[in-house]
């Protein structure tokens, strides 16, 4: 099975902080890799898909990069409504299975 | 709107069961396969089982394989799960979700429903 590890697991930055969030696949996943914020009591929401694909209505402070093994969250300016827990997710097609990231509690310093 | 609504969770004994149903609408669900994920309290997130949109495909994590059935029925736009031989280590939130176009991600998900398993 792939294993995925996700760094920090928590983190405190001031608004308007760049904030860099990093998952790191056991073996070559290409780009099947994707991003959610959750929001306590909250569903996850669906920020980037596919490595690097904005969803839509998901504001341009956030983007994504990486491939094969080494994947990458970015939050340019960090805001006050930003204030969540972040996951990855790969994408494993034999068979189809999908695995999370420990996740990344991103607090206000 | 696209929406998913789960229901059916609730308190159950260890060694009991319980079925989930998720109703969707504002998009062919039909045409998508499903997923349902869970979260422990204060836990992070879990995948627990697929299903393709004609339900010819059926997938579990192995946490769950042998207790927990995955089921859609496309005419009444539901998905269900039934979950037997419970856990304490059951014990989360049930989320639906659906990819849709994305197939990789889980685009849309349902509010959750909570499962407890305790004496």
């Known amino acids: 099975d792939i294993q995925m590890t996700q760094s920090p697991s928590s983190l405190s930055a001031s608004v308007g902080d760049r904030v860099t969030i990093t998952c790191q696949a056991s073996?070559?996943?290409?780009?099947?890799l994707n991003w959610y914020q959750q929001k306590p009591g909250k569903a996850p929401k669906l920020l980037i898909y596919?490595?690097?694909n904005l969803e839509t209505g998901v504001p341009s402070r956030f983007s994504g990069s990486g491939s094969g093994t080494d994947f990458t969250f970015t939050i340019s300016s960090l805001q006050p409504e930003d204030i969540a827990t972040y996951y990855c997710?790969?994408?494993?097609?034999?068979?189809?299975?999908?695995?999370f990231g420990g996740g990344t509690k991103v607090e206000i310093k | 709107e696209v929406q998913l609504v789960e229901s059916g969770g609730g308190l159950v004994k260890p060694g009991g069961s319980l079925r989930l149903s998720c109703a969707a609408s504002g998009f062919t669900f039909s045409s998508y396969s499903m997923n349902w994920v869970r979260q422990a309290p204060g836990k992070g997130l879990e995948w627990v089982s697929s299903i393709s949109s004609s339900s010819s495909y059926i997938y579990y994590a192995d946490s769950v394989k042998g207790r927990f059935t995955i089921s859609r029925d496309n005419a009444k736009n539901s998905l269900y799960l039934q979950m037997n031989s419970l856990r304490a280590e059951d014990t989360a939130v049930y989320y639906c979700?659906?990819?849709?176009?994305?197939?990789?991600?889980?685009?849309?998900w349902g509010q959750g429903t909570l499962v407890t398993v305790s004496s």
């Open positions: 073996q070559d996943i290409s780009n099947y």
């Open positions: 596919d490595a690097s």
């Open positions: 997710q790969q994408y494993d097609n034999l068979p189809p299975k999908l695995t």
């Open positions: 979700a659906s990819p849709e176009e994305v197939v990789t991600a889980l685009r849309t």
